[in-house]
């Protein structure tokens, strides 16, 4: 059975950081999709940054432009993590963050951002910016 668990969120002042940890289990992650979402009240749950396994050793990583330039995103495949650094956090960043995984290894680029890809979620970790 998969199971994600996310870590570390909290609450932070504007310009602050955080890094939010995904820990998975239940099967081997190494070549599927693996990112994060978040969401706030009413409204739909958003795309924020996935990394994607292109082949050999190689991975891509996509960003929300909301977050482009203050959000990294990581993995370490043998750990079954894949980490968010937030950076510089705005106001508009608080959110509750999900961690997801697809299971399509050949998804496509065109279908990164959707939630509908990801087959698994995590129970989410809220984040708060606020002064």
């Known amino acids: 059975q998969v199971q994600l668990v996310e870590s570390g969120g909290g609450f932070v002042l504007p310009g602050g950081s955080l890094r939010l940890s995904c820990a998975a289990s239940?099967?081997?992650?190494?070549?599927?999709?693996m990112g994060w979402f978040r969401q706030t009240p009413g409204k739909e749950r958003e795309f924020v940054a996935t990394?994607?396994?292109?082949?050999?050793?190689?991975?891509?990583?996509y960003y929300a432009d909301s977050v482009k330039g203050r959000f990294t995103i990581s993995r370490d495949n043998a750990k079954n993590t894949v980490d968010l650094q937030m950076n510089s956090l705005k106001s508009e960043d608080t959110a509750v963050y999900y961690c997801?995984?697809?299971?399509?290894?050949?998804?496509?680029?065109?279908?990164?951002?959707?939630?509908?890809?990801?087959?698994?979620w995590g129970q989410g970790t809220q984040v708060t910016v606020s002064s």
């Open positions: 239940g099967r081997t992650f190494s070549s599927l999709p």
């Open positions: 997801a995984v697809s299971s399509s290894r050949g998804l496509i680029v065109s279908e990164i951002s959707k939630t509908r890809n990801y087959d698994y």
């Open positions: 990394t994607r396994w292109i082949g050999g050793a190689a991975y891509t990583k």
